[in-house]
T-cell receptor, first 114, second 113 residues
Framework: DAGVTQSPTHLIKTRGQHVTLRCSPI?????VSWYQQVLGQGPQFIFQ???????GRGNFPDRFSARQFPNYSSELNVNALLLGDSALYLC?????????????FGDGTRLSIL | QKEVEQNSGPLSVPEGAIASLNCTYS??????FFWYRQYSGKSPELIMF????GDKEDGRFTAQLNKASQYVSLLIRDSQPSDSATYLC?????????????FGQGTTLQVKP
C-alpha cells in the first residue's frame, strides 16, 4: 500500500510569493497533520484536519492556512513568504486523528526561499 | 522549560553495543509517546510507540516509559552502523484534543564499526 505522498518534493520561491503544498494520506486514514521542520530541530505542529474540519492549529501566523478535501487529501498554503519559512514541510496521516494513533509521515516538501 | 527535551548528542556507540536514548517531558497530561528515526535529508519514520508504564519490546528496540518521573527512553540492542540517525521523541496529550505531536529536538546516534 502507498504511504503518505507529498508534492512537490522540492520548491524554490522568492520572498513575498505564495506556495501550495499537497498531501495524500495513507488509504483509510481520515486525518492529516502538517509540520514544519527547520534544520537541527524537531518538527513543529502547524495544523491538523479530520473529516475536512480543522481540529488543531499550532503557533503559526495567519499567512499559513490549510484545508482538507472530501477524499481526505490536504493542501497547505503559505502567503507572503519570508526567508524564515525555508524548511522541510511534513505531512502526516493517521486513522482518526486521536492522540493515541501513530502518525505516519510523507517524504516532505523542501521549501527554499531566496 | 521545553515541553519535550532530548540531549542533542551526538551519542557515539560501537557496533554491537546497546544505545540508550532518553527523553523527558513536562506535561503530566501526556498520554502517548512515540519514537521516530530520521536519516539525514529524509523524513521521520515511526519505530516505536508506548502508552503504558513499563517496557515494550520490538525486535532490537525497547521503549521504556516512566510517567511518574516523566521520562521515556529507547534502547537499541546490537547497534548497527545502519542505526546511525537522529532519533526524535514525540509526545501527545489528551488535554490538547488535537492529537498533535510535540517533538524534542532529536538525539543524533553514531554507531561506529
Amino acid at each position: 500500500d502507498a504511504g503518505v505522498t507529498q508534492s512537490p518534493t522540492h520548491l524554490i520561491k522568492t520572498r513575498g510569493q505564495h506556495v501550495t503544498l499537497r498531501c495524500s494520506p495513507i488509504s483509510g486514514h481520515k486525518s492529516v497533520s502538517w509540520y514544519q521542520q527547520v534544520l537541527g530541530q524537531g518538527p513543529q505542529f502547524i495544523f491538523q484536519y479530520y473529516e475536512k474540519e480543522e481540529r488543531g492549529r499550532g503557533n503559526f501566523p495567519d499567512r499559513f492556512s490549510a484545508r482538507q478535501f472530501p477524499n481526505y487529501s490536504s493542501e497547505l498554503n503559505v502567503n507572503a513568504l519570508l526567508l524564515g519559512d525555508s524548511a522541510l514541510y511534513l505531512c502526516a496521516s493517521n486513522l482518526g486523528g486521536y492522540s493515541n494513533q501513530p502518525q505516519h509521515f510523507g517524504d516532505g516538501t523542501r521549501l527554499s526561499i531566496l | 522549560q521545553k515541553e519535550v527535551e532530548q540531549n542533542s548528542g551526538p551519542l557515539s556507540v560501537p557496533e554491537g553495543a546497546i544505545a540508550s536514548l532518553n527523553c523527558t517531558y513536562s506535561d503530566r497530561g501526556s498520554q502517548s509517546f512515540f519514537w521516530y528515526r530520521q536519516y539525514s535529508g529524509k523524513s521521520p519514520e515511526l519505530i516505536m510507540f508506548i502508552y503504558s508504564n513499563g517496557d515494550k519490546e520490538d525486535g532490537r528496540f525497547t521503549a521504556q516509559l516512566n510517567k511518574a518521573s516523566q521520562y521515556v527512553s529507547l534502547l537499541i540492542r546490537d547497534s548497527q552502523p545502519s542505526d546511525s540517525a537522529t532519533y526524535l521523541c514525540a509526545v501527545t496529550s489528551y488535554t490538547s484534543n488535537t492529537g498533535k505531536l510535540i517533538f524534542g529536538q532529536g538525539t543524533t546516534l553514531q554507531v561506529k564499526p
